[in-house]
């Protein structure tokens, strides 16, 4: 996993929870980088299950929960340090029926070792988006906070439902319908 997913991650804690929260949950998750992350360095991914355990233990907020938090937050990050991606696309459905074979290509390059998930469209119309999320890390809820949020970038409202195709959240299908009419937040 990149380091800019840790990075942004501790100062989300940070700023929602405090330093103190961040110091417990380093401390806590007994991590091999000790806590130290470089926004270009590649980490495992264990150390960020441990930091949202601990997280989430600290804090007692479900994981779901947090991570759907930290999708939200890191949609912020994403349109702020790469805005002509976002200026590509003039549709939210058009973006999100991109990521495999565009967007997340382009980011292979920027981010050698990038550790992406896979997207397999089944159903697509203007207004209709039918698409499989697959990845062993299981972020599904980090999907689903970055696909509303891309709803809302281009100011539409969204209707999102996730199916796990399995249970532990490996193989999972969204459910992407637009809103119409006034701009709506979910
Ligand atoms: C400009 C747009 C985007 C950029 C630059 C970008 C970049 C990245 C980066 C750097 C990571 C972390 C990889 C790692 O830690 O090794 C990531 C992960 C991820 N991205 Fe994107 N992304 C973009 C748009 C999106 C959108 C719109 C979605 C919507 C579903 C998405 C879904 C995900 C998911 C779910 C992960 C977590 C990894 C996993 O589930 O296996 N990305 N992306």
Known sequence: MKG???????????????????????????????????????????????LLINLSKKVDIPLDGLIYNYGLYFFNVLTSVHPG?????????????SIENHIHVQVRKLYPGAELPTFKIEKKNEDHLEILYFSERAMYMFAKALMEKTFEHYDQGSEIRLEKIEDDGTKVRFVISKKHGAYQQN
Do not use: C, R, W
């Not at 929260?21 to 980490?43: A, F, M, P, R």
């Not at 991606?85 to 029926?97: R, V």
């Open 85 to 97: 991606i976002f200026a590509l696309y003039k549709d939210p459905i058009e973006l999100l029926s």
């Open 4 to 50: 800019i997913v840790f990075t942004e991650f501790l100062d989300m804690v940070e700023k929602k929870f405090g330093i103190e929260v961040v110091d417990h949950i380093i401390n806590e998750s007994k991590l091999q980088s000790d806590g130290v992350y470089t926004s270009v360095g590649t980490y495992d991914f264990v150390e960020m299950q441990s």
